[in-house]
């Protein structure tokens, strides 16, 4: 697999992320070392993940996704030494009030506690998963600057931020001498274009790594849902993320727009969910776009995409059918 500079760094990163959001609750531990496993013979050396994952499951299996990640490290030869490694802080993942947020209380907590899980010194991306309105980045952006100096981080990132919040929080680290946000993890699919307006031009003009999640959104882009009630095992009736998935894709609109889409992918004789990473990757501000998958064999339609590239005039027809997703003006 092609791999790609991140944002202004020396660092390159493989052209997808493995995503690992699902490992440990929506996959259980042998499929999740199962996918890491196929991921990493596809050629991806881009991991991601967060401290309270997995996603939608009850609060005693926070740190779970990492542990397995940690567990799977250990049982390749120098297999830490192979990949980048991302993880994020913010949400609750400890018993007390303040095992949360972006204060330096628990940025200092949450890093020492996600080596432990991942039985590893250091990562090489450490993010903000949301930005905390009740701490200013200024004691945030102090906390990251001081775990990069210290060799426990060696780059910082955010994560489902608006472009205002990320302008300033430059600006702040330009100010101060600190480390800067030198990636940037937004919500990016054809049926979510919204941040095409403002985020994506930012991140164009200060060189900021751009690594969308959601690119097949949720796998409502994979075409194999159908109006009605959700297919069990989805993350459409996953555990307290359903309600999530179904506000943001489970809409009488998108249905009809995946409709169009699929016929668009039958015409260019390809998978929809490969057509859905094309077009994702066509975009040239994206640097690595972060693929989940709940079986290993998942991966191979997305890797398909790495491949090949979106031929312009399908590209064309893409934005065209997917254009009222940009505006913020669809049904919600």
Request: charged share 25%; net charge negative; with cysteine.
């Amino acid at each position: 697999m092609d791999h790609i500079r991140f944002g202004r760094t020396g660092l390159r990163v493989s052209r997808l992320c493995l995503g690992t959001m699902t490992f440990g609750f929506q996959c259980d531990d042998e499929t999740s070392l199962a996918i890491m496993d196929a991921a990493y013979d596809g050629g991806f050396t881009f991991f991601d993940t967060a401290d309270v994952y997995p996603l939608g499951g009850p609060f005693e299996l926070v740190g779970r996704t990492e542990e397995l990640i940690g567990d799977w490290m250990q049982r390749g030869e120098r297999r830490r030494d192979d990949i980048v490694l991302a993880t994020k802080c913010f949400g609750r993942s400890g018993p007390h009030p303040w095992d949360q947020g972006n204060s330096r209380k628990n940025v200092m907590r949450a890093i020492d506690a996600s080596l432990r899980r991942l039985r590893t010194d250091y990562v090489d991306l450490y993010q903000i998963h949301f930005f905390d309105r009740n701490t200013s980045i200024d004691e945030t952006l102090q906390a990251m600057d001081d775990l990069v100096r210290s060799g426990k981080v060696r780059y910082i990132g955010c994560s489902n931020t608006m472009a205002y919040q990320l302008a300033r929080s430059i600006g702040r680290s330009e100010l101060h001498g600190l480390a800067r946000f030198d990636s940037v993890q937004p919500r990016y699919n054809l049926l979510y274009r919204e941040n095409e307006r403002e985020l994506v031009p930012l991140c164009a003009e200060e060189q900021v790594a751009v690594i969308p999640y959601n690119p097949l959104a949720g796998g409502f882009l994979t075409g194999k849902h159908r109006p009605g009630a959700p297919t069990e095992g989805t993350r459409f009736t996953l555990g307290r993320a359903q309600d999530m998935y179904r506000e943001r894709y489970w809409q009488d609109q998108m249905f009809a727009t995946v409709d169009e889409l699929r016929a668009v992918a039958e015409e260019a004789g390809v998978p929809l969910t490969t057509l859905a990473v094309q077009w994702v990757l066509a975009n040239p501000v994206i640097t690595s776009p972060i693929v989940g998958a709940s079986r290993p064999e998942q991966l191979a339609a997305s890797i398909a995409a790495a491949e090949t590239p979106l031929a312009a005039d399908v590209k064309q027809r893409l934005d065209a059918l997917t254009a009222i997703y940009r505006q913020g003006d669809h049904d919600r």
